[in-house]
């Protein structure tokens, strides 16, 4: 793996090893970064002088002393993806790019909810046909489901997301033939986001097809209801800890 860094956009990228010895070599720890990543690192200009280059010191400060830490599985007909993002007075994204490869880059913390929409292709969708509270959700108007296959959705095995989005379109309801026939065709996409902190966690859960999109109800997850991209984003803007949340925690360190 060719490390490589751009000095103006203050973007890297990395193989998941490099990027370990680089936020090692940032915090101090041991055991530190390898001679051999310690020169693929250096030769890209990603460290100077032994230590990492100065513009990448606000990410790796998040890094080492996140206030909370978002974990975004994406995942599909083609893959599964991680990305990671640890949240403190900027927060650092380290976005999986696909062959081993990841970038990272450092945001402001308020444009964490935009970077998710975008590693998830947040969009446009109809509104799958079904009623909702107060009405209840009849059964031709939801999608069963058990919290084993959407894990399973999850999988970065081809053979077990195939299996669990088959065992998913069995199911979809006469009155969703569109929904259907994008599951079967393998033109879905399936996003979990994590957000953990010291004292709680929020996740947001969504199956996404140009059909429409579908979230998780019920106390144990056990159906798929259909919602919309603004209800998501809504979601998605409250996901991250409040001040209330975060209270009692010790500031977060600034770099440098």
Do not use: K
Request: a negative charge; proline letters at 9%.
């Amino acid at each position: 793996m060719t490390v490589t860094f751009d000095e103006a956009s203050h973007r890297l990228r990395v193989d998941a090893g490099s990027f370990s010895a680089l936020a090692a070599l940032a915090a101090g720890t041991t055991p530190g970064p390898t001679t051999d990543e310690l020169v693929g690192l250096t030769r890209a200009g990603a460290v100077m002088d032994g230590r990492p280059h100065a513009v990448l010191e606000p990410a790796l400060a998040a890094v080492a002393a996140p206030l909370a830490h978002l974990g975004l599985v994406v995942s599909g007909g083609r893959g599964a993806r991680l990305h990671q993002m640890w949240l403190s007075v900027v927060s650092a994204v380290l976005a999986d790019v696909g062959d081993g490869n990841y970038d990272l880059v450092c945001i402001g913390s308020e444009f964490v909810p935009t970077t998710v929409a975008r590693l998830t292709r947040l969009g446009l969708r109809p509104r799958l046909p079904g009623g909702g509270p107060p009405d209840g959700w009849p059964p031709d108007r939801r999608l069963p489901v058990e919290t084993g296959l959407l894990d399973a959705l999850c999988s970065t095995q081809d053979e077990g997301r195939f299996d669990a989005i088959r065992s998913l379109a069995a199911r979809v309801p006469e009155s969703w033939p569109t929904l259907a026939s994008q599951l079967d065709a393998g033109e879905w996409r399936f996003w979990v986001a994590d957000v953990t902190w010291p004292h709680g966690s929020r996740r947001l859960v969504v199956l996404d097809t140009q059909a429409g999109l579908l979230t998780p109800v019920g106390d144990h997850a056990t159906m798929l209801v259909p919602t919309t991209p603004t209800d998501v984003w809504r979601r998605l803007t409250s996901i991250l800890p409040s001040d209330d949340d975060l209270a009692g925690l010790p500031p977060a360190p600034r770099a440098g």
